[in-house]
């Protein structure tokens, strides 16, 4: 037992999946290639409407969205995505992810009503040292994920700086994110902001004081075992050992609001060659510097793993409740990882502990297949059967196209004659321009909004239609 506790404290000073995958994909040319592969839909086909009623958040790396798996994700389940990753160096600096903007999917999400977020990201204890303590270089990178969000009309932000100091998780994070904070919302638009933070509160985190100011915070709830391991065993436990999710929930969060957290695991699982077929058999933790490993690079994809691995033994691990395979070649393998039925036992988790949420490393590493989409429908979904009966004096639909440069149509039905108005505000909440201020008939209408000859900046913009006492409001982008 005292290997598993030795395990985590190593795992907790080297690599995260988020760091390791970074740093793996980035180093990989192939991965740094656009390849857009011929989409195969996954999206459900009712008579009814499902409504989520969790959190649904994805991590959505630059990797996979190179590959174009972001065209096979089931945007209906999902309510946030996060763009992973926007690279900060010490001196406040962002390095947009490859290939950005994702057009294609700012678009995809508005229409769809899915938040995106951008994922701020470093790993160095001293570059975050300095963005938390350094006025010239926290301003700097403050400024610059302002500016991501409005130009792009992005929902919010996911910071995830990793190997922290233990003398900055206390109050520099905190302080960090209340000057984040005051540089994003203003009187009239406020931003997401949530924080990621380890499975186990290592060293000196104060959970609660991040809270003071972030929305929420997202749980990494995996990479329990992993390359660095003494043995092999599950990346998100939910029972067993030293330390597991449900007592990471009971024990570590115990003092957060449940309707804080956000629940994340893997769509990910770990491979290592072994001397024998036994769970949790003793190896030897990863070293680039070695000819051979136990671990097997780089982690697999749930998708990989049924293509691949399918016909292997599988077991079930009475211990962690989470799946593996094993066989044998030259040597024993093993893989693990988490399959529908071991999820399903973790978002029962999230529902009997209230929890905001579950969240997802990561979108694509499904790609193809529908079961994970399938159980999240099931276990998060509220279903209307009737959707249409719903009663509404107007609809206002998203504008098209959105983005846009340099004209759009906002397209509006009127079920009831009614003295209508519709402005564009800018971010600040400043009318840009009114396009209707009259009495309309009954009936469908296309305005249509350009900015020729205008001087307005790329950016998220807002058009509100008023009718009677009702109104309604929407985002559109504008990208010069």
Do not use: C
């Not at 303590?133 to 910071?159: F, H, Q």
């Amino acid at each position: 037992m005292l290997l598993v506790s030795s395990t985590l404290i190593i795992a907790q000073d080297l690599r995260s999946a988020h760091q390791f995958e970074s740093s793996y994909y980035l180093q990989n040319s192939i991965f740094n290639k656009p390849h857009v592969k011929q989409a195969s839909s996954t999206s459900l086909k009712k008579n009814t409407e499902a409504r989520l009623n969790k959190t649904v958040l994805g991590f959505l790396p630059w990797w996979e969205y190179n590959l174009g798996t972001h065209k096979n994700l089931n945007y209906d389940l999902l309510t946030h995505i996060a763009i992973f990753s926007f690279e900060a160096d010490a001196d406040g600096n962002l390095k947009d992810p490859l290939n950005w903007p994702w057009i294609d999917l700012i678009n995809t999400v508005v229409n769809k009503n899915v938040k995106l977020m951008i994922t701020i990201t470093n790993f160095n204890p001293d570059d975050i040292h300095k963005l938390m303590a350094d006025i010239g270089a926290r301003k700097k990178l403050l400024e610059n994920i302002r500016t991501r969000l409005m130009t792009y009309g992005l929902s919010g932000v996911i910071i995830d700086f990793e190997n922290i100091r233990d003398s900055d998780k206390e109050f520099a994070v905190r302080n960090f994110l209340d000057e984040l904070r005051k540089n994003l919302n203003s009187a009239t638009f406020s931003y997401e902001i949530a924080f990621a933070t380890p499975a186990v509160s290592y060293g000196k985190w104060v959970f609660p004081n991040i809270l003071e100011y972030a929305d929420y915070l997202f749980i990494m709830g995996y990479d329990f075992y992993g390359r660095w391991s003494s043995t092999t065993g599950p990346s998100a436990p939910l029972t067993g050992g030293f330390f597991n999710l449900t007592k990471s929930l009971n024990e570590d969060y115990s003092n957060v609001p449940s309707n804080k957290l956000i629940l994340g695991v893997p769509y990910y699982g770990n491979y290592w060659k072994t001397k024998s077929k036994e769970a949790y058999v003793n190896v030897t933790p990863f070293d680039s510097m070695r000819a051979t490993n136990n671990w097997v690079k780089p982690a697999l994809h749930y998708k990989e793993i049924f293509s691949s691995y399918s016909q292997k033994e599988k077991l079930v691990d009475a211990v962690s409740k989470t799946p593996w395979v094993r066989w044998q070649d030259t040597t024993w393998n093993q893989i693990w990882y988490d399959d529908s039925v071991s999820l399903e036992l973790k978002y029962d988790l999230v529902i009997n502990k209230k929890l905001k949420g579950v969240g997802i490393w990561a979108l694509g590493y499904d790609d193809g297949r529908t079961e994970l989409w399938n159980l999240i429908e099931r276990k998060f979904t509220t279903v209307n059967e009737n959707p249409s009966n719903i009663s509404v004096d107007f609809i206002l639909y998203q504008n098209y196209p959105n983005p846009f440069n340099p004209s759009t149509v906002i397209s509006w039905q009127l079920a009831v004659s009614s003295f209508v108005n519709l402005r564009i505000y800018d971010l600040l909440g400043r009318e840009v321009v009114t396009l209707v201020n009259e009495f309309r008939q009954h009936g469908n209408y296309n305005t249509l909004f350009s900015i020729d000859n205008s001087i307005l900046p790329s950016g998220l913009y807002f058009y509100r239609l008023t009718a009677g006492n009702l109104s309604q409001t929407k985002k559109m982008i504008l990208i010069k």
